[in-house]
């Protein structure tokens, strides 16, 4: 019985392993099986999604509290400057909704009085300044972009 529960792990860790190795390219950081990556040009966001587009990425969408957690404690351990997300409200104020998909955010992260929509801000980005909780940015603002492929 013990002998077959840490094979599963030794399995198991193994699969991940593999899994989580395989479908990244050079520069990209592997997660759950997807792939992210943090340019290196400042960017707006709408300059920025064309250029990632162009790759086959796209701003991150983030599904649950786990990817969040991971892309912060990515973003915090490298002491990266402001980063940009694929969350927006540019189509419909206050309802905010990933890039390309206009599906819904499911969670939220926002940092203390945030989102304020402050002169109008309506793309979200990790904000150093809160702890890498997210803001609402002026989408003309020029950030890191933060990529996410499968
Ligand atoms: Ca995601
Ligand atoms: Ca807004
Ligand atoms: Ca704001």
């Known amino acids: 019985m013990k002998a077959s529960i840490i094979w599963f792990i030794i399995i198991a ?5 593999i899994s989580s190795t395989a479908c990244c390219e050079d520069g990209w950081i592997s997660y759950n099986s997807h792939c992210y990556l ?6 707006t966001f709408m ?13 991150v969408r983030i599904d649950d509290y ?21 969350l927006s ?6 309802i905010w909704r990933w890039f390309n998909t206009y599906n819904h955010a499911s969670m939220s992260d926002w940092g203390p009085g945030e989102p304020n929509n402050l002169g109008n801000e309506d793309c979200v980005g990790f904000y150093t300044e809160k702890n890498y909780h997210w803001n609402d ?9 933060l990529c996410e492929k499968l």
């Not at 860790?13 to 392993?17: N, S």
């Open 38 to 43: 943090i340019g290196q040009e400042e960017r």
């Open 66 to 86: 786990w990817e969040n957690k991971f892309l912060k404690d990515l973003l915090r351990n490298l002491e990266v400057s402001d980063t940009w997300t694929g």
């Open 13 to 17: 860790k193994h699969v991940k392993d």
């Open 47 to 59: 300059a920025a999604h064309h250029f990632y587009d162009q790759q086959a990425a796209y701003l």
């Open 89 to 94: 409200d540019q189509r419909s104020e206050g």
């Open 137 to 145: 940015f002026k989408c003309n603002r020029k950030l890191r972009p």
